[in-house]
């Protein structure tokens, strides 16, 4: 099925027939269903995962007395690996069924493409996206070679509501999605529980983390989180290879877990043996709270994990490649954080970043250049749901 997507996805020729199909199939299936005022559907990454904002915005909505009568339901791509959610609320994303509960719910809410790149809803459709992180590479109309599903869908699609964390963000957004109502700034749902976590339930999710993974409670914590590389694809897979050799896996697990999270694009990783795999780990807020350090590159989650104010290193080994194959909208050299570009300058920043000297002062202006809204504007979000 995931060979059949990418197919579609990465044909221009055979991404404008699908989408021509499906707009007039939904165009013929929007005049016999009707829409439920009270019926909500939410996605996390087109269906891979119960996560981030939406699954923040979906436990404040069910805790909320106001919607005790609500209608909730999740599309997934596989509904039976989401055992948390009831069975009755779950939907196969690639199911005709889907298209279906899309359509007769008046509320859509999600971080990437709820509609699965064919942009379309009906004027009674309010459509709530908070997407999944503050943009720092290129995005939509800005991507170089961008395959026709997509580049129509950044074109056409039409949010009522886009989250946003700052100006920053809220002006590459306006670029991004010309046809969006109302841009806020309003903080990431996802982020709300970063910045209110008292120590007390920080030191009982790390307990949590290091039994599940399997982690040395003795040893301090690395987090290694790269973002997606889309031009290594290979035979029709997106891989990533971890770029540390032996040696550098044996120096570091000697004195510290070492925790690889892949991006949720990546199908296959290589070189990864020798550290804690945790790209399956259900909740990334867990893994920032209970680890150390957080190693990144071009991701925007190195926005995110600045809230708890913990060291962030940006390892660049590949980024003239990257700066010419997908670009920026901010150089990672302009970013005020620490930066390394080869195995052995990385190891040399680590241990400074993890010794007793360590600040967190230059974690705290990164925030106040990029996360001007750390108080959550639930309310924000409710006045559309309630209309």
């Known amino acids: 099925m995931s060979r059949l997507k990418n197919f579609i996805k990465h044909s221009d020729l055979i991404g404008n027939i699908y989408f021509q199909i499906m707009r007039c199939i939904l165009a013929l299936l929007s005049h016999v269903v009707s829409v439920r005022s009270k019926q909500i559907l939410l996605t996390s990454y087109s269906g891979r995962q119960y996560s981030d904002s939406p699954k923040a915005i979906y436990l404040m909505l069910k805790a909320d007395p106001e919607f005790k009568d609500y209608t909730f339901l999740w599309g997934f791509q596989r509904p039976g690996e989401f055992p948390e959610i009831p069975e009755n609320e ?33 004027a009674e459709h309010i459509y709530i996206n908070s997407w999944h992180g503050i943009p720092l590479k290129h995005l939509g109309p800005d991507e170089a070679h961008l395959e026709f599903l997509p580049r129509n869908w950044y074109r056409k699609v039409s949010f009522d509501l886009l989250l946003s964390s700052g100006q920053y963000d809220h002006d590459i957004f306006k670029h991004i999605f010309p046809n969006t109502k109302q841009i806020k700034i309003t903080g990431l749902p996802r982020n709300y529980e970063l910045v209110t976590t008292s120590d007390h339930e920080k030191e009982a999710i790390k307990q949590r983390v290091v039994q599940q993974l399997g982690l040395d409670p003795n040893k301090k914590s690395i987090l290694y ?79 995110d994990a600045a809230l708890l104010e913990k060291p962030i290193i940006l390892y660049l080994y590949d980024l003239e490649e990257y700066r010419k194959l997908r670009g920026f909208y901010r150089d990672p050299e302009e970013l005020n954080l620490p930066k390394s570009y080869s195995q052995q300058e990385l190891e040399q920043q680590i241990g400074v ?21 750390l108080d959550l504007d639930y309310k924000a979000i409710k006045s559309l749901l309630k209309k």
Do not use: C
């Open 90 to 122: 779950k939907l196969s994303i690639d199911s005709f069924r889907y298209f279906i509960k899309l359509l007769q719910s008046r509320y859509w809410i999600s971080n990437t493409s709820i509609e699965r790149l064919i942009p379309f809803k009906n």
């Open 353 to 373: 970043s993890l010794s007793n000297d360590y600040g967190s002062s230059v974690e705290r202006e990164f925030n106040r250049e990029y996360n001007q809204r």
């Open 225 to 303: 989180a790269p973002t997606f590389r889309e031009y290594q694809q290979v035979a029709g897979h997106n891989d990533f290879k971890v770029p540390f050799d032996d040696d550098f896996f044996r120096r570091m697990n000697e004195k510290y877990n070492f925790i690889f999270r892949g991006h949720y694009f990546v199908e296959r990783t290589e070189n990864s043996d020798h550290i804690f795999d945790a790209s399956k780990y259900p909740d990334l807020n867990e893994l920032f709270i209970s680890t150390d350090l957080l190693i990144t590159d071009y991701s925007s989650l190195v926005f």
